[in-house]
């Protein structure tokens, strides 16, 4: 016991304890057809994704009489147990939101909560994830899904991403760079101070840039959609990708109304699953999905995925949060460079790249792009420093 996090009243206790023989996708009274999405109203898009896809029957329980306020908490823990089963078989380490559980511990009318490794963010990505599930929810009650679809008939058309970086690639014989827009991080503080995102966009673009990456958390990364839309309507040529850490299908939408062209997606949270889901709305909206990956199971997921064009490797340890190059080399060995080839994926390369040899050292692993942002964006002219990365102007 470390201590509580949380005193609040409640109603008494709920009678009903699953046990080992309580299904994991069943619910109190409630009867689950993965093949409707109205089925679990506190469904993630996780679990409406497997709603979408799943070709599981359904599972009925007998009902089971509990104060409604104690049931809709027992839909949610168990909701959260089918999703934490679904990455724990695919090696995912990033949990959605804190596992908690039904309310355990009660005196007279209050519950109490207790501050636990279920509870507690096991890494800075981790806890990012956390808050931003709840942000999004704001979010989605200010401005539903319909209200953005809406707004998406104003939006500027895309560009082509992928594109950007192939042609870049091919005119320069180095891989296309993806500069990114950012003015902190949780690892290094803030970055610049006199942070002006459409001066540091244009001053990319005179560099050489190819495409632009726009950092939209706000807490954790000093960013906002505001920057993202202030550089689209700048009329800064470069195709957007909007750096967000994205837990729910409403922020593709937002993102897309905001004038992104591209949206990250990373492995370490979403399930295969997800992943599918949210590349297909990507393709409907006409942007370009670039989904994240970390280590050789990740990129094994990703893989196996169909219609993957854009991965990314970051080369930082969610763990130790160490940055180390050397892993994209390992992650592109082997039977992995014959299957990217195959399918035509433009790889990424991410994170610790600081001088031409390191451009050089993942190009030569089978980077076609790389995305970076510290070495660059804290030098007094953005422009010069990407001449400084690759050791030559790569503007003309």
């Known amino acids: 016991m470390e201590g509580l996090v949380s005193l609040r009243a409640t109603i008494p206790p709920v009678t009903h304890r699953p046990n080992k023989f309580t299904p994991r996708n069943s619910i109190p009274g409630i009867t689950i057809n993965f093949r409707t999405r109205k089925s679990v109203p506190f469904a993630s898009s996780s679990i409406r994704a497997q709603q979408l896809e799943s070709e599981d ?8 009489t509990v104060p409604e306020e104690d049931a809709l908490k027992v839909k949610e823990w168990e909701v959260g147990m089918f999703q934490d089963e679904v990455a724990a078989s695919q090696g995912i380490r990033i949990r959605r939101r804190p596992w908690t559980g039904p309310p355990l511990h009660y005196v007279g009318p209050f519950e109490f909560r207790l501050q636990n490794e279920g509870n507690t963010p096991r890494n800075i990505l981790e806890e990012i994830i956390w808050h931003k599930d709840k942000e999004v929810a704001k979010f989605r009650e200010r401005r539903s899904l319909s209200v953005l679809h809406k707004e998406l008939e104003n939006a500027p058309p895309t560009r082509d991403f992928i594109g950007a970086l192939k042609e870049a690639n091919m005119r320069t ?6 500069a990114e827009v950012k003015k902190a991080s949780p690892s290094r503080g803030i970055l610049r101070e006199d942070f002006d995102p459409v001066e540091i966009a244009q001053a990319y673009e ?12 706000e807490k954790y990364f000093k960013g906002s959609f505001e920057n993202l839309e202030l550089i ?4 800064v040529k470069c ?14 939408y937002n993102a897309r109304a905001k004038g992104a062209d591209a949206i990250l997606l990373i492995a370490a949270v979403l399930p295969d699953l997800d992943i599918k889901y949210m590349s297909k709305i990507c393709k409907l909206l006409g942007l370009a999905a670039l989904v994240e990956v970390h280590d ?9 995925i169909d219609g993957i064009e854009l991965i990314g490797i970051n080369n930082r340890n969610l763990e130790t949060f160490e940055v180390d190059i050397s892993n994209t080399k390992k992650l592109l060995e082997g039977e992995r460079s014959q299957r990217i080839r195959e ?8 994170s610790g790249l600081f001088t031409p040899d390191d ?3 993942v190009q030569e692993a089978g980077v076609r792009a790389v995305l970076v942002g510290e070495s660059i964006v804290k030098q007094s002219d953005p422009g010069k420093g990407i001449t400084g990365l690759f050791g030559k102007d790569i503007s003309s």
């Not at 005179?206 to 958390?217: E, F, I, K, P, Y």
């Not at 195709?239 to 593709?252: G, M, N, R, S, T």
């Not at 399918?343 to 991410?350: A, F, L, N, R, T």
């Open 57 to 64: 029957s359904s599972a009925t329980v007998a009902p089971v």
């Open 296 to 304: 050789e199971r990740e990129m094994d997921r990703v893989l196996g």
């Open 173 to 178: 014989g180095m891989p296309g760079l993806i």
């Open 232 to 235: 689209r309507k700048a009329g």
């Open 206 to 217: 005179r560099g050489g840039a190819a495409c632009l990456s726009v950092l939209t958390d």
């Open 359 to 361: 451009i050089a050292f």
């Open 343 to 350: 399918k035509d994926i433009i790889v990424v390369g991410e």
């Open 239 to 252: 195709p957007l990708l909007c750096k967000e850490f994205v837990v729910d299908a409403w922020q593709i």
